[in-house]
């Protein structure tokens, strides 16, 4: 047994000896029970993931609307820096909308840290109709003592109680609720840099709120046509600048990201600039529906805008519309299975895309639980498995791995046809530490962390 363990460890290394240093993560933690162990529900799948703004923070966001936050622990200020549970509240509950005859779902679509100000944390939960402000605190829990002190020395003693000190609780508590403005899905929130306001996006519109203010909000962007049988395209991602907090930018299902300027007008219907691929020649069926952009960020630096599509991340200057910077397939081994993953409905999955601290590395997910790490600047890149089987032995360095289409062939054990490659395993979830290589992933029902 230990031979083969020597083998094992050995193997690990070489399969990694090739690759540059930024490209080698290693196992950190996982949170969550093993898949196959035990029934894992619905409700228990993790929908939203976010760092707060210093890192030192990690909410997680699920199906049945619980948010889970985690706190770096300060024992070891290294890389290897390691998190803990620290609350879990119910977000949301399951609603039903009357007017439409509809249920609406208590799943966590996203999260938002806003900027620490205090000793208390505020974070921006939203499930598909209604935003909310929570707070997350310490509470002080004192109990009257059973001593007590005299307060006088002539007549009969004034005995004062005295408070002690029981306990610190975490304590999580709704602030406000934003409701009652999206008619449909809401699929995007951001915070402004002036940390005063944020947008939250539909499939049509864009809405402004004030933080202080949950009754009412400023709309942004309409593109709903008159005639609903015209209509051509659905947002489908939201953010505001990084620096400037008058600039916005949203992307569309036919693949095109536009950049809007809130000092130009009221209503940001007419975009300041628009960023999109020249049309292809030899468009089929699944052209248009692949073409629909997933998710976009902006740089750290506010320069640099990443997108995310069903096969490729693009890297677009805010300088330059015509064509994308950079173009980076994700997985295109899937390009001959579309036909297989339009019947499963996997081809509508939206991954999101991540930058690192530096902005000189992107992140993205894939099926079969891998998730791809680019080098922007060398062009490198690595796809990695988040799995529990991938990560045994002394040296936790993940294995890098390979799919390939076409005939099936005899090949190392990290390299896979794409017939074998788990399509409900999937990463759609995943974001970068703003100042440390640490990563965090969302595999179905468990949290990975990595580091390098």
Request: proline share 3%; with cysteine.
């Amino acid at each position: 047994t230990g031979f083969f363990f020597f083998l094992w460890v050995k193997n690990t290394m070489a399969l990694s000896a090739g690759l540059p240093a930024d490209l080698v993560w290693h196992f950190s933690q996982v949170f969550g029970d093993r898949v196959g162990e035990g029934d894992i529900s619905e409700a228990d799948i993790i929908s939203a993931l976010e760092f707060s703004h210093d890192g030192d923070h990690l909410a997680t966001g699920d199906k049945g609307g619980r948010v889970v936050v985690f706190e770096r622990t300060m024992e070891n200020e290294g890389q290897s820096a390691e998190y803990r549970f620290l609350a879990e509240f119910q977000s949301h509950e399951p609603e039903f909308d009357y007017l439409k005859s509809v249920e609406i779902e208590e799943k966590i679509n996203q999260i938002r840290w806003l900027r620490q100000r205090s000793e208390a944390h505020f974070l921006l939960t939203t499930n598909d109709k209604t935003i909310k402000l929570w707070k997350v605190h310490n509470k002080c829990y004192r109990v009257e003592s059973a001593e007590a002190r005299p307060g006088g020395s002539f007549v009969t003693p004034l005995r004062v109680p005295r408070m002690r000190h029981v306990e610190t609780r975490v304590e999580s508590r709704v602030k406000r609720v934003f409701s009652n403005a999206h008619a449909y899905h809401i699929n995007s929130i951001s915070i402004n840099s002036d940390d005063e306001t944020f947008l939250s996006a539909d499939d049509l519109r864009i809405n402004v709120w004030s933080h202080g203010m949950s009754g009412e909000c400023f709309n942004l962007v309409d593109i709903k046509p008159a005639n609903m049988e015209q209509l051509a395209e659905v947002i489908t991602s939201a953010q505001f600048h990084p620096e400037q907090c008058n600039v916005f930018m949203y992307s569309t299902s036919k693949g095109v990201i536009r950049l809007g300027d809130m000092r130009a007008s009221a209503l940001c219907d007419t975009h300041a600039k628009a960023f999109e691929e020249p049309s292809e020649e030899g468009k089929n069926f699944f052209s248009d529906i692949i073409a629909s952009i997933s998710d976009v960020k902006f740089s750290h630096d506010g320069t640099k805008i990443l997108s995310r599509d069903y096969l490729t991340a693009k890297i677009w200057d805010v300088r330059m519309e015509g064509r994308a910077l950079d173009t980076f397939k994700v997985h295109e081994h899937f390009r001959p299975k579309l036909c297989d993953l339009y019947e499963s409905d996997c081809i509508f999955d939206k991954f999101e895309a991540c930058w690192s601290g530096d902005d000189n590395h992107i992140m993205t997910g894939s099926y079969n639980n891998q998730f791809r790490v680019v080098n922007r600047t060398t062009r490198r890149d690595v796809m990695l498995e988040a799995s529990r089987d991938t990560i045994e032995g002394p040296s936790h360095v993940l294995i890098p791995m390979r799919a390939y289409s076409g005939p099936e062939r005899r090949t190392p054990r990290n390299e896979l046809h794409v017939d074998r490659l788990d399509i409900n395993q999937k990463i759609l979830h995943a974001t970068w530490h703003p100042r440390l290589n640490i990563i965090a992933i969302a595999a179905v029902n468990n949290l990975y962390l990595f580091r390098r």
